[in-house]
């Protein structure tokens, strides 16, 4: 075979090849039988768990306010330029979106940003808190391409029973179906608006969704993993 990617003749040289997901399994058909095996990307559930969201509101400032989160790198891919055109029109008018970027935003996303109200800009945050705090939390993928397959976002979230709203990838849908998370269709704008606006007017849908979910996290606990 050529291999995926070219390292077929690599590849069949190891004794064990791992990775975090069923569809980068299939992708390696061409390695030797047995020795492609799936180890979840993992999180520290001891660190990653549910807190009074209500306190934290009122702590950072947002209490009365619905709050959006999206957290981590501004790489095309990400999707985030989505979330922001999904915010120029939107609905629920005491929602906030707010951003926890990785690294500083570029032009483009700064110009976006600078032409809307209900999107703030946030470093230096303790994480946690934020994705705890948060009624929704937004991971707008328009492919899992640099990703780890299970990212560690959408994990962590997760184990913090807090509500995701992301894209149909498969490799996402192969660990959490739409009983457990929102999906909205990758790069479209009107359906990921559709999506956020459901998770945060549809409370107790999301809380169930939520809760579905949050029973599978200790499936990416690091101990787990590592064992």
Request: positive net charge.
């Amino acid at each position: 075979s050529k291999g995926y990617g070219g390292p077929a003749w690599l590849l069949n040289l190891v004794d064990n090849v791992t990775v975090p997901t069923e569809v980068m399994k299939k992708k390696l058909s061409f390695v030797g039988a047995g020795k492609v095996k799936v180890v979840r990307s993992f999180i520290d559930t001891a660190k990653f768990k549910p807190l009074n969201k209500s306190y934290l509101k009122k702590r950072y400032g947002f209490d009365g306010r619905r709050v959006v989160l999206y957290y981590g790198s501004l790489l095309e891919n990400k999707g985030v330029k989505y979330l922001l055109k999904a915010f120029s029109d939107f609905d629920v008018r005491d929602a906030v979106l707010l951003l926890a970027a990785r690294h500083e935003l570029p032009p483009e996303y700064k110009e976006m940003v600078g032409k809307l109200d209900n999107v703030e800009v946030v470093s230096g945050v303790n994480i946690v808190d934020y994705v705890n705090m948060a009624d929704v939390v937004v991971l707008p993928y328009v492919n899992m391409v640099g990703t780890e397959g299970n990212p560690s976002c959408l994990l962590e979230a997760v184990a913090c029973n807090t509500p995701v709203v992301t894209t149909r990838q498969p490799e996402l849908l192969e660990i959490f179906d739409e009983r457990e998370l929102f999906y909205a269709d990758a790069a479209d704008v009107k359906s990921l608006r559709h999506e956020i606006t459901s998770a945060l007017l549809n409370t107790k849908e999301a809380a169930a969704r939520a809760e579905r979910a949050r029973k599978k996290s200790y499936l990416f606990d690091i101990k787990r993993a590592a064992n």
